[in-house]
């Protein structure tokens, strides 16, 4: 099933599938988001944004906004 | 002069570098035609000198954001006047893999690049090694593991840069490799020290830098080529990452593997707890109110009274002419009016820095980013905001750490509005003249709930103007907000320190010789008028030739504004303050003393009787009413009555543009405000 990152539940991993066209997709894909990447959530920020996330070693904080255009695959054992 | 580059991720401990190799010769100015701040160092080193200019964190070369734009104008063109020699890399050696991806752009762009693996020693700790050799041999420029904490390396580095470099590896991305349109198109041009250079000038085709024919000849091209450049970019980037991926397999770092969390993602569970973490910095934001406040508050007594007696000393030595009054009351008095302004500015400096270098400022980022957003702030402008309840002269200089230009500037504009410590005073005096005491449920006091209201009109107000500023007149393309959680690191003291000497220095040069002009300017103009000029001016008993407030140049134009604020309740009387207040808000209580002719030793009681029965000489209705103390105070709320504001605003926006449009406009709100209220409440 395909969702956007900000869909995720925290401690969810999933797989990155595309990212959505847009101004801020450059950005993302150099921040490490790119589809074939492994990515988890890790929480958020008070009031539920910015959302923390996990990229291979790295911690990275996104707006909830940025991150629907990040389409991911939820990985089956996350749950 | 050799000139070096320094660059490197945000928080990769590149600052730390920058004042650890020039120490305090340091100057900070804009990038030239950006609004994006520039600090350039020098240092010698066996006899050479070198010139080191820091650019802001960037994760890319690729354009995108102001500070982006920057290091890619430069970097990309060789014709550039700051073109660098040489392009140091900092990388965070506990995170190497994530700084590879800057580092091969810089690399393939052809620029002669050296790798500085900062934090070696605390990575060595962490149990990662690195083969600097095969890192090195790898990347085709020389690395050389640094700490700019216990200098390790500091020397190495320093004998590198006098070695010319040379990249041989082949480029790491290879333009041959991508789609057919770039690759013609790349064909197309020449004249570029590599392929990727000549990818980059395609897709980034700026007429500003080209010349707008040939840029609109590129664009042609990649018109007909169907070439899109965001993609471009992005297949660029992710073929970059697969480079990377492969390069690491590589045995550059060997980890020693720990089932330990560590201490960052311990602190974190803390520190960036949507509950315990606001709590946190909320206290963390008492803290620095506290500093500011209270602890500035000796350090400024001491300066004052040190003044005041080196201005006793001068007219005990020197009589009391003229031209010592002028040296005396003028400048010496103008220069307490700038030296007072330093312990709240290294204070507040030396807390920024720890929250930068400890690595915390990034989380407060994250954790008030939900809160701020809406006005088109940061998360890093709730510690300026918060200081501008003391003073916004320090708060505004503290706004270096927003390294967006968009949202900096709107701290500032907005700061002067939040209620600082000047206009406390007025507001005691007002309140105690006009606002009569009652109680609710028998401890609430309506003096004590004024107060409190008009801090919030400050708050309000400050935001408000944000948020119309954001919607209206800052409209820009959306940039996206990623930003990497850095580990947590003891801040550097030395670096600590470096940071506020130079920023205090600025601010000195900066803002001091207009603060100290203006002053000159505002006491001439208080202490002379057209009486002093003319011929039969009695010397009797004025030898000095200055004159009372009330025929002082300043006293006639208080009274030529009558008209002009009568509508507002006010009048000669207040219309002289507001002008002498322009030194500082707090000037009004001086100037009251002097005009009800109570002496600045009397009791505030005696002041309070004076202006309690004083009536408005236009209407002869009591002058500090109800309605026309309300109307004065929302009038100090509002205008920016601070000379020294204006000044700082200047220094660091580097145009009378910005300081000018906040005068204007606060000056309006302030007029409406006061009117709006008079007008309902008398």
Known sequence: MEIGLHQLKEGQKALVHA??????????????????????????APFGDPLLVKVGNTTLFLRKEDAKSVMVQLLENSL | ??????????????????????????????????????????????????????????????????????????LSNPQHKDYPDLVLIVADATNLKRSLFLTTQLIDLGLNCLLALNMSDSAQKKGIVTDTELLSAELGIPVIAISSRTNLGIQALKQAFKKEGVTTVAPFVDIAKMDEGVRKCVEQISGFKTAYAAFHYVV?????????????????????????????????????????NQLWKKPFQTFKVSSQKSITEKADKLLIHPVFGLSIFLGVLFVV?????????????????????????????????????????????????????????????????????????????????????????????????????????????????????????????????????????????????????????GFIGSQGLVLLLFY???????????????????????????????????????????????????????????????????????NFGPASFSSNFSTENRHDYTVELEQSFAGIAGKKIE????????????????????????????????????????SDQTLMQAMKSATNSLTHQPLFSFAGGISLMLFYAFALQCMSTLAVVKSETLSWKWPLFQFVLMGSLAYLMSWLAFSLLN
């Not at chain 2, 690595?359 to 940061?378: A, C, I, K, Q, T």
């Open chain 1, 19 to 44: 990212i959505i066209e847009s101004d801020v997709s450059l950005t993302l894909t150099e921040m490490g988001l790119f589809p074939g990447e492994e990515i988890c959530l890790h929480g958020a």
């Open chain 2, 1 to 74: 002069m050799k000139k070096i580059a320094l660059i490197g991720n945000p928080n990769c401990g590149k600052s730390t570098l920058f004042n650890v190799l020039t120490g305090l010769q340091q100057k900070t100015g804009n990038f030239p035609g950006v609004t994006v701040e520039r600090s350039l160092g020098q240092f010698s080193y066996d006899s050479e000198d070198f010139l080191l200019m820091d650019f802001p964190g960037t994760y890319s070369v690729n354009p995108k954001s102001e500070d982006e734009k920057v290091v890619y104008a430069v």
């Open chain 2, 204 to 244: 980034n085709v700026q007429p500003e830098v080209v010349g707008k024919s040939a840029g609109t000849e590129i664009k042609q091209l990649m018109q007909a080529l169907l070439f899109d450049a965001n993609k471009a970019m992005q297949q660029e980037s992710i073929l970059r990452y697969k480079v990377i």
């Open chain 2, 289 to 441: 109110f506290q500093f500011l406040f209270t602890l500035s508050a000796y350090p400024m007594e001491w300066i004052d009274a040190l003044m005041l007696a080196l201005r006793g000393q001068v007219t005990d030595e020197l009589g009391d002419g003229l031209l010592v009054k002028l040296f005396s009351d003028g400048v010496l008095a103008g220069v307490t009016g700038i030296l007072v302004f330093i312990p709240q500015i290294a204070i507040l400096f030396m807390l920024i820095a720890i929250m930068e270098e400890s690595g915390y400022m990034v989380r407060v980022s994250f954790l008030m980013d939900r809160l701020m957003r809406p006005f088109g702030l940061n998360g890093r402008s709730v510690i300026p905001l918060m200081g501008g309840v003391a003073c916004a002269v320090p708060s505004i200089l503290g706004t270096r750490s927003i390294s967006n230009y968009k949202e900096r500037l709107l701290t500032i504009l907005i700061l002067p509005l939040i209620s600082c410590s000047a206009r406390l005073p007025v507001y005691s005096l007002m309140i105690a003249i006009s606002i009569p005491q009652h109680y609710f449920f």
């Open chain 2, 456 to 526: 919030l009109i400050g708050i309000v107000s400050a935001l408000a103007l944000s948020f119309v500023l954001h919607k209206g007149l800052f409209q820009q393309q959306r940039t996206a907000f990623v930003m990497e959680m850095p580990v947590y690191r003891l801040p550097q003291l030395r670096s600590v320190g470096i940071t506020v000497i130079n920023k205090v220095r600025e601010f000195v040069v900066g803002a001091g010789g207009i603060i100290l002009a203006i002053s000159i300017i505002l006491w001439t103009l208080s």
């Open chain 2, 563 to 602: 008209p002009f604020i009568a509508p507002l309740g006010f009048d000669w009387r207040i219309g002289i303050s507001l002008i002498t207040s322009f030194a500082a808000r707090e000037v009004f209580v001086g100037t009251m003393h002097t005009l009800f002719n109570v002496d600045e030793t009397a």
